[in-house]
């Protein structure tokens, strides 16, 4: 019989294939809620978004839509949210105001001073 086939390793642990280590923690939790947008619709028509690359499949939305979801029942590799509002277009603005804030601040820079050679003089001369 070949070994290399065998669901046991040579010490007697069992092996686990193509299963993501179900200890890790998980970047949502129940009851939280989040402003997302809905990148894909699955299989069955759900809205799919992702928390730091966390799915999270919600019922009735569409691709493209800009929501605010709370989070009812998390799982092994996803989580199960209900839309509770649309994000309203200030929320969106303030969104942009703050990643836009750290880029104007690279932007403004000290001119320096235009260096006195001593011009003034000869043309007074």
Same mark, same amino acid.
């Given at each position: 019989m070949i070994e290399r086939f065998s669901k046991f390793t040579k010490f007697g642990e069992k092996r686990r294939f193509d299963r993501r280590n179900e200890n890790f923690e998980k970047p949502v939790n129940v009851g939280e809620e989040y402003d997302v947008e809905i990148t894909q619709v699955g299989s069955k028509g759900d809205g799919i978004a992702r928390v730091k690359n966390f799915v999270i499949f919600i019922p009735n939305t569409k691709q493209g839509e800009k929501c605010k979801v709370k989070i009812k029942e998390?799982?092994?590799?996803?989580?199960?949210? *209900?839309?509770?509002?649309?994000?309203? +277009?200030? #929320?969106?603005?303030? !969104? =942009?105001?703050?990643? *836009?804030?750290?880029?104007?601040?690279? +932007?403004? #820079?000290?001119?320096? !001073? =235009?260096?006195d050679l001593g011009e003034d003089i000869e043309k007074n001369k």
């Open positions: 998390v799982r092994a590799k996803f989580a199960v949210a *209900e839309k509770i509002g649309a994000v309203t +277009k200030k #929320e969106i603005a303030e !969104e =942009k105001v703050i990643e *836009e804030a750290p880029k104007q601040e690279k +932007k403004v #820079e000290e001119k320096p !001073e =235009k260096e």
